[in-house]
């Protein structure tokens, strides 16, 4: 995982020492880039800070300056599943999941983001799975965790299913796919399987052409029509 170190001066410990000691109280713990913003902000603000100025909290994230719960997980930081460090992976067999309920899912979804831009943006044809891995917690950030507090591994456990998946996905006017990334939940019944999207798709590889005229959040997805 990512190491990142602060070095305070010996004058911020005698004007804002309960800030420092905050600051320190949150080694070892969960951190997010989040975090870092709104310690930055709080930085460049230093005259009006105080220990129990809320200011700093949004919706996602926290100063630094501000003590960050023993129990914190990346649901409760904001950051999306696809994206926890706090989980690893494994590759999955052939028959664990099936495999063509996962293409027909996201050929679905890919296609439904950009059905009102058809004039830009063709249709995908073809799904094509890379690689899916099964997504489980970390045993070892578990255990060192569980160490210092106890509630850790009970409230970082997946009960669900959840799958990262790779993908390629080609439409009728480029025989060369984009591809692209994605968590899935699996909910397993004994009669059948379904899947849900616990994750924006992430596109892994730039668009082909900027002409498309559509904006940004519309171009990740979209085989353009304009080659």
Not at 38 to 54: C, E, G, M, V
Not at 70 to 86: F, N
């Amino acid at each position: 995982m990512p190491l990142m170190s602060i070095y305070l001066p010996q004058s911020f410990f005698n004007d804002h020492s309960d800030l420092a000691h905050a600051l320190i109280s949150n080694e070892d713990k969960l951190v997010t880039p989040y975090d870092i913003h709104h310690t930055l902000k709080d930085i460049i603000d230093t005259p009006r800070l105080s220990f129990s100025d809320p200011r700093d909290k949004g919706k996602f994230g926290q100063s630094l300056f501000r003590p960050i719960p023993v129990d914190r997980t990346c649901e409760s930081a904001g950051v999306d599943i696809h994206w926890c460090a706090c989980h690893t992976r494994f590759e999955i067999g052939d028959g664990e999941i099936d495999r063509s309920k996962v293409k027909e899912k996201v050929l679905t979804k890919l296609n439904e983001m950009t059905s009102s831009h058809r004039d830009h943006c063709a249709a995908y044809t073809t799904i094509s799975l890379l690689s899916i891995y099964r997504v489980v917690p970390n045993e070892q950030i578990a255990e060192y965790e569980a160490l210092k507090n106890e509630k850790f591994t009970a409230e970082t456990k997946l009960d669900q299913n959840y799958y990262q998946v790779t993908f390629s996905a080609t439409s009728s006017v480029s025989d060369v796919s984009d591809l692209y990334e994605v968590t899935l939940e699996l909910k397993d019944t004994v009669f059948s399987q379904s899947y849900s999207m616990v994750s924006e798709i992430v596109r892994l590889n730039k668009p082909k052409t900027k002409s498309c005229s559509v904006d940004k959040d519309i171009i990740r997805y979209c085989s353009c029509l304009t080659l």
